[in-house]
């Protein structure tokens, strides 16, 4: 008996410390590319015996509560509808195809800020969902949750992981001048050789490259902080009751995961809690569908170029379409 008793208690411990490798993980809302790219990473946490539980708004484009997945859904309630979000995607994807050309570069950058702003008005709205609804945050500190993982698009996740007292993990594939890295991860970027995010720049420059790399980060950091994330500042404040950057929070992220890799990105030094994880989400090719399968096949020594708008764009007019086919027929395949 006592042998049995010694063996059923063996069992217990062993399904007890099975039980106690997997975490319970809280994964913050997002949305179009940002979601299609968690999807893999969270079943992937499934497949390793984690709980994951997703946040789900009750409006949005591409996430569904109600869609069968292995993971769990919070559901959250919204004042927003689909169509707001909706028109501040569809205003930026307009600016960026059809207005641009016609702009100089200042109109650029003020219409860009304001599209900006009305996506964060629309962000914060979102957040009243999560973090001013007595229901949600009782659930939330209920589940006892070991960590919250973010893609940082949405603000709210750091503001959250502190009001819920948990470990915040970050996945990000970069931000505008890396202001979020640089001025909140404290990631050195040394203006010489980093070349700021989105400023055409590579980390080959003379020096009046250099000299507009370090005005565009200057810029850029003027910008965020005094215009694009003043309301979250402010948003943070009050939930807080003291004043708190967006910022300061961010900061205390314990692992930036960054969707590239070094042999990708142009070098830079880097910080042990930042991991590139490029291709986090990629999965074993499947074969093409037939008819596909053909024309691959018939474009012979020739090969053919994919080429992708991203997870925004539903449709092309067949002329632009043939703009950007012929533009890429002029590239020469190299084969190694
Ligand atoms: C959400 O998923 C459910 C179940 O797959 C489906 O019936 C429903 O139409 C989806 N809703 C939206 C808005 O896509
Ligand atoms: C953002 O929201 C605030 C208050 O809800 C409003 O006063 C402001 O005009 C909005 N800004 C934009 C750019 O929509
Ligand atoms: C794409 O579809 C939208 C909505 O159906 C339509 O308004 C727009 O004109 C279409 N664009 C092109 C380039 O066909």
Redesign the pocket.
């Known amino acids: 008996i006592s042998a049995l008793r010694l063996s059923v208690c063996v069992l217990l411990l062993l399904c007890a410390a099975e039980n106690s490798n997997g975490g319970k993980i809280l994964v913050w809302y997002t949305e179009a590319s940002h979601w299609i790219n968690m999807k893999p990473v969270l079943e992937t946490l499934v497949d390793r015996g984690h709980q994951v539980t997703v946040l789900v708004p009750s409006a949005s484009m591409f996430m569904?509560s109600?869609?069968?997945s292995r993971f769990q859904y919070q559901p959250f309630d919204v004042d927003v509808s689909v169509k707001d979000i909706e028109k501040v995607f569809d205003d930026l994807l307009h600016f960026s195809i059809y207005e641009m050309d016609f702009m100089n570069p200042i109109q650029i950058y003020m219409t860009f800020i304001d599209l900006t702003k009305n996506n964060m008005n629309i962000s914060l709205k979102f957040l009243d969902g999560v973090v001013k609804s007595e229901t949600i945050m009782k659930k939330l500190k209920d589940g006892n949750y070991d960590v919250l993982f973010a893609d940082p698009i949405y603000p709210g996740y750091d503001l959250t992981a502190e009001i819920l007292g948990i470990p915040l993990v970050l996945s990000l594939r970069f931000s505008l001048a890396h202001y979020w890295e640089r001025m909140c991860g404290q990631l050195p970027a040394p203006p010489s050789f980093v070349p700021a995010a989105m400023s055409k720049l590579t980390d080959k420059m003379d020096f009046s490259e250099r000299l507009f790399n370090v005005l565009f980060y200057a810029l850029q950091d003027v910008v965020i902080n005094q215009f694009i994330l003043k309301d979250v500042n402010k948003y943070y404040s009050e939930v807080k009751g003291t004043p708190v950057t967006h910022c300061k929070m961010l900061g205390k992220a314990d692992i930036w995961l960054l969707r590239t890799y070094w042999d990708f990105d142009f070098p830079r030094p880097l910080l042990p809690n930042f991991k590139f994880v490029g291709g986090i989400h990629c999965r074993p090719a499947k074969p093409l569908p037939e008819e596909l399968e053909k024309f691959v096949q018939s474009s012979g020594d020739a090969g053919i170029v994919v080429f992708s708008l991203g997870s925004m764009v539903k449709n092309v007019s067949t002329e632009k379409a043939n703009l950007i086919a012929s533009a890429l027929a002029h590239f020469k395949i190299y084969k190694y």
């Open positions: 569904n109600s869609e069968p």
